[in-house]
């Protein structure tokens, strides 16, 4: 099992980070609720959506809830995220973003949200969202921009270094690397930025987010390194709040790129 199947093999660490953008955000960061807001456009009345990597599935049983008339359906390569959001009116498989088992032309919407970070192939991964899409439907993305977070990036740089092991570059994918590719693959591309900042007023905020991303600075959750690097990181958001210093910022953004096919 790889790294990322390990992280997924369970939501925990997915959720915390969810939870914590939608709290500790300025001004407000709902992805679900954007991504619901514009999918709508595109999907229509009855429609097929299709959440690749839905993670904890919270969108598509949103969708349901609201009464949505088309079919919703998750894919994701976690048994976690499948068996999760499956139910309530939503069908969902277990795929890979590059290879979706899913028929040509079937989609009206397809979504990719924060997880083409992951896959093996990007290129793979766009030509798949391209030919599951239907002629005149659209492929929506969600990627972080490049450097966002910097002082958490850095907190976390800091601490996994300190024990003399390198830290692990994560495979990025950001909106820049993303425009071109998209181009590349799709008739007509917009782009709707998200800018804001993180901002957090206790120290226990700051060090549930931190650890909840030390998976993608290599470390296994379960391990002792792991949970050395849990406490580090602890006492060094608490340093970072010593002395009545705060509250904490941080600056943070995304793009959300709409590709019609
Ligand atoms: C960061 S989470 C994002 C979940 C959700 N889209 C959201 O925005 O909250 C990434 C999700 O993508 C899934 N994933 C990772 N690589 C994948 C792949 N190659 N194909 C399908 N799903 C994948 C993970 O299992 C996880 O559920």
Known sequence: MDLIEHEYADLRALRTRRAMHRAYSSPVDDVDEVTLALARRWAGARGTVVDVGCGTGDLLRRWARDGYAGQLVGVDRSTAAVSGTRGGGVVVVRGDACALPLRDGSADCLLERHMLYHVADLRQALAESRRVVRPGGAFVAVVNMMDTTPRLARLLRDCV???????????RVDSESLRPLLKDTFAEVEETEYRGELVFHEPEQLAALAASLLVFYGLERGTARHGRMVEALREE??????????????AKGWSLFVARR
Do not use: H, K, L, Y
Not at 161 to 171: A, I, Q
């Open 161 to 171: 270094s300190s024990e003399g092991t390198p830290v692990r570059p994560f495979p």
């Open 237 to 250: 958001a608490a340093r970072a709040f010593a002395g009545g210093a705060g509250p904490w910022r941080d």
